[in-house]
């Protein structure tokens, strides 16, 4: 499976971002896909994710993004609006098998990543 993010850059604050994440190979076995980011000193923290056709989201997220997919063009989104300057992360798509609901926040039970895309939120 490969995950190739894009969209990021620099935004003012209250400014809005979409990110994409075209994947490919073999996602027939994968169960989620899902957004994390991680800033600079801090540990890598989930944002939003898809399981069973469900969306879930992050404490991250707080009301201000959403996750969406075109299955069709095999990827997902992430609309993000109202950015904060504690939102400057880097944002990583992620891609795992047999993940149970309960373990969809923690990083280490996914099998796939992308290589991220800053975003950076500063006037």
């Known amino acids: 499976v490969q995950l190739v993010e894009s969209g990021g850059g620099l935004v003012q604050p209250g400014g809005s971002m979409k990110l994409s994440c075209a994947y490919s190979?073999?996602?027939?076995?994968?169960?989620?896909m899902a957004w994390f980011r991680q800033a600079p000193g801090k540990e890598r923290e989930f944002v939003a994710g898809?399981?069973?056709?469900?969306?879930h989201y992050g404490v991250a997220a707080n009301g201000r993004f959403g996750i969406s997919r075109d299955v069709a063009m095999s990827t997902i989104y992430l609309q993000m609006n109202s950015l904060k300057p504690e939102d400057t992360a880097v944002y990583y798509c992620?891609?795992?098998?047999?993940?149970?609901?309960?373990?969809?926040?923690?990083?280490?039970?996914?099998?796939?990543w992308g290589q991220g895309t800053q975003v950076t939120v500063s006037s």
């Open positions: 898809y399981r069973g056709g469900n969306t």
């Open positions: 190979g073999r996602t027939g076995g994968t169960s989620a």
């Open positions: 992620a891609a795992g098998s047999n993940l149970r609901q309960p373990e969809l926040r923690r990083p280490d039970r996914y099998n796939y």
